[in-house]
């Protein structure tokens, strides 16, 4: 049986399917931008994903929740939490002279340390990163150890350390500075000059910058 359409019938058809192939075309078209958007590289919701990540990014932790998932170190000094820092004064290997009450308005990162133990080794490379991170004028970093200046200039020149580096041999260090005989161990002040944290061990560059984000 043969089917026969008549001349207007034939273009309603025509017409009909031209129209169904213009709307395919123009919906594959709408797609193409959100799928782009999907991939990060042309919205700004795709440079968000791209984005580098800077010091103070990571989701903000309290004290207590850093502490409690430290692994190569523990809390120490918990008496003197939330008190004022003593006003150390110290003379650094190069003889300059740092006095820890014109410090106020920054962080304070205090590490006693040895340059013959085994885990204050292991520390330094986070210590060099976390210098070359944050800028001076945001935070001030003493390494102090009770070894001769000469020692620990030709150790801090071979391991091309730039933080400030202090010799202790000489110098008695006032309350609670003075019970740091467990080495690695670090005190954080914060900028209204009261001891954030103490600590006992080998800190990761992670956990020091928890440490200093944490309120």
């Not at 009450?101 to 986070?126: M, N, Q, T």
């Not at 800028?135 to 102090?144: E, Q």
């Not at 309350?175 to 005989?181: E, G, I, L, R």
Request: a positive charge; hydrophobic letters at 40%; charged letters at 20%.
């Amino acid at each position: 049986m043969k089917l026969r359409y008549g001349h207007n019938a034939i273009k309603s058809i025509v017409a009909a399917s031209l129209i169904g192939l213009t709307l395919v075309v123009w919906a594959g078209c709408r797609k193409k931008p959100a799928e782009t958007a999907g991939e990060g590289t042309s919205t700004e919701t795709g440079k968000s994903l791209k984005s580098g990540t800077g010091l103070f990014t990571e989701p903000k932790l309290s004290l207590s929740e850093i502490t409690k998932s430290a692994e190569t170190w523990g809390p120490a000094f918990e008496s003197v939490w939330g008190k004022p820092a003593p006003d150390l004064t110290v003379i650094d290997i190069n003889g300059k002279t740092l006095k820890l009450s014109s410090c106020r308005g920054k962080d304070v990162l205090i590490v006693f340390w040895a340059s013959y133990l085994g885990p204050c080794r292991l520390e330094i490379p986070d210590l060099i990163e976390l210098r070359n991170t944050i800028g001076a004028d945001k935070l001030v970093m003493l390494a102090i150890s009770k070894e001769d200046a000469s020692i620990l200039k030709s150790f801090v020149d071979l391991n091309k350390i730039n933080y400030t580096v202090v010799s202790a041999s000489n110098k008695a260090m006032p309350s609670p500075f003075d019970q740091a005989n467990l080495v690695p161990s670090s005190f954080f002040i914060d900028p209204q000059g009261r001891i954030k944290l103490g600590t006992v061990g080998k800190l990761p560059i992670k956990d020091i910058k928890a440490i200093l984000q944490a309120g």
